[in-house]
Every structure is written in C-alpha cells, then in structure tokens.
C-alpha cells in the first residue's frame, strides 16, 4: 500500500505565501515523476507543478514564476512553495507520485487534497 499526505494548506490573503508538503510513505521501490494538480470549484482540474526524480521542472503558465516545487528524494517529499499568491489560485491542492513497487510495477498515487483560499 502506497500513501500521499499533504499538509500546509489553509487562508492566506492575496500577495502572501504558503507552502505545501507531500509525504509518501509504503511499500515504494522508487518514484518517477512527482508534483501538484489543483481544482478550483467548477473549473477542471489543472497541472500546477511537476518535478522529475532529477529536479527538473515544468509549471503551468499562470504559476510561473510565483510556484516553486522540489523534492528530498531519500525522504519522499515533494513540496510546493507558493508565493504572491491570488485569488484566483483558490483550489483544492493535491500532490500525486508515479511510483514503482518494483522495477516493472508501476502506478499513480494521489493524496487526499488540501485547500488552499486566497482572500482578496
């Protein structure tokens, strides 16, 4: 069994920061690709940060810039540290992990999610 748990989230006022942390934890023989999705009420849910096992990074267009994502490896976590932050960064964060149990067993693993509210 493999798990995701975030933390961090919570009520921030526009132009403030934040950062969320994504520990895995289980049987996980190694993790590929970790990062962060986001889902606002009533908008689909969008690719924020993504992060390779080598650091390498991509961001969505409207967090560049402002989002920053790393990772300790030896401890599986992932972090999103959020700065100026905007109303319309409002969702629900949720990190997920490409994670292997074995060489060849592979799956995606998601966490619960945690709000993020930006007030204006």
């Known amino acids: 069994q493999v798990q995701l748990v975030e933390s961090g989230g919570g009520l921030v006022q526009a132009g403030g920061s934040l950062r969320l942390s994504c520990a895995a934890s289980?049987?996980?023989?190694?993790?590929?690709?970790m990062g962060w999705y986001r889902q606002a009420p009533g908008k689909e849910r969008e690719v924020v940060a993504r992060i390779t096992s080598g650091g390498n990074t991509n961001y969505a267009d409207s967090v560049k810039g402002r989002f920053t994502t790393s990772r300790d490896n030896a401890k599986k976590l992932v972090y999103l540290q959020m700065n100026n932050l905007k109303p319309e960064d409002t969702a629900v964060y949720s990190c997920?992990?490409?994670?292997?149990?074995?060489?060849?067993?592979?799956?995606?693993?998601w966490g619960q999610g945690t709000q993020v509210t930006v007030s204006s």
């Open positions: 997920y992990a490409d994670v292997y149990r074995s060489t060849y067993n592979r799956n995606d693993y």
């Open positions: 289980g049987s996980i023989f190694r993790i590929g690709v």
